[in-house]
């Protein structure tokens, strides 16, 4: 296979022993002759699998007992609707990092009254808004900690007076976190946790039940808190690979371990961007996300877009074309991005700037 550095934003790069034992599992699934995309669902060999992917969310997040750990098709996005549909009955705030907190808001209004709280619209999303007042009349406040497209990320637990609930998309399991600051944390795996095809909800179950609509059995969470994600057919390919994952991140020392490694790629990328001629940051430099590092060319460079792009592709770096609505580059570096990927792809910013000096 052609060795290239892949910095893609989603879905993204997984470990290879995760990759490797989906392989096998295909081809026969844990001894049974039948491969994983065959086997029933009600096996004890696959309820082992549910049982052991979701231990290791509780373990490598510290999740405390009264939570529940929720594995749902339908992405981060069905999950918009969800948070909404089971926590809005009189009003909610939202916090307007990026298009992705729009878009959770929009199906919040589309239930009742929310509305954004602050937003960072007014510079195309580079930096968390700051001093607003979380009123303790609202049934949660929402965030989205890890801005995907525009590089920011809050990578504090906030304390909030409400109910706190955040889309962890792109940063979940890049750090440790207070789970139990959050009454929901919720996500697609396929930006860090496993391929495309499932999301995971982490809820604390005190918070369900509380409104007065009607909710439709499979957008309740308790449906699923009840039946152990397995109310219906679950995406058993991706989630066998996602637990795969969760293997790999406590092989590497859990969650801890894994975001030493986060910071030194991070701090790697980011101190070449700063010291580089030709590229600067877009992100303020207090709100840089560890997971995605937006940059652009510098004022006066601009015209070398696509030369650089074709130039690091050459070199086989793989996806990093910034989002459209940011333009520039984006790289990527989530938990099974290595040291070395980063260093590649710094060397080639390097090698970029010598030519054109
Ligand atoms: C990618 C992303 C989403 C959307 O995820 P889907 O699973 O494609 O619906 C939502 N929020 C954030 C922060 C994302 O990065």
Request: aromatic share 10%; with cysteine.
């Amino acid at each position: 296979m052609k060795k290239v550095h892949v910095f893609n934003a989603g879905p993204c790069l997984l470990p290879q022993v995760a990759i490797d034992n989906a392989i096998e599992a295909l081809k026969d699934f844990k001894g049974t002759g039948v491969s994983v995309i065959s086997i029933s669902h009600r096996t004890k060999e696959w309820e082992g699998v549910m049982d052991e992917c979701r231990a290791l969310w509780k373990e490598l997040l510290n999740i405390p007992d009264d939570y529940e750990v929720v594995l749902l098709g339908g992405g981060a996005s069905l999950q918009f609707l969800y948070v909404a549909m089971n926590l809005l009955e009189n009003k909610a705030a939202y916090l307007e990092t990026g298009v992705w907190a729009k878009k959770a808001l929009k199906e919040a209004k589309g239930l009742g009254n929310a509305y954004a709280i602050a937003s960072s619209a007014d510079r195309n999303y580079s930096y968390i808004p700051k001093g607003y007042e979380i009123p303790a009349d609202l049934d949660y406040f929402h965030i989205t900690t890890n801005n995907t497209i525009y590089g920011t990320e809050i990578r504090e637990d906030i304390d909030c007076p409400v109910p706190l609930v955040a889309d962890m998309s792109s940063d979940i399991m890049s750090r440790p976190v207070d789970v139990s600051k959050y009454a929901l944390i919720y996500g697609g795996a396929q930006k860090n946790v496993g391929p495309a095809g499932v999301a995971f909800a982490i809820v604390r179950k005190d918070i369900l039940g509380k409104v007065s609509r009607y909710i439709p059995t499979m957008l309740d969470y308790r449906t699923h808190i009840d039946k152990g994600s397995m109310f219906n057919t679950p995406p058993v390919f991706s989630i066998f690979i996602m637990n795969e994952t969760l293997k790999w991140i406590k092989s590497m020392g859990g969650v801890e371990e894994i975001h030493k490694l986060n910071l030194r790629k991070a701090e790697t990328l980011y101190a070449e961007i700063d010291r580089n001629s030709m590229f600067i940051g877009t992100a303020d430099k207090e709100d840089r996300s560890i997971m995605n590092v937006c940059f652009v060319m510098a004022p006066g460079k601009e015209a070398l877009q696509d030369e650089f792009l074709a130039f690091a592709k050459e070199r086989g770096m793989v996806g990093i074309k910034g989002h459209r609505s940011v333009g520039g580059f984006r790289a990527s570096i989530y938990n099974a991005c290595t040291q070395e990927d980063v260093e590649a792809l710094v060397d080639c910013m390097k090698e970029f700037e010598d030519l054109k000096k």
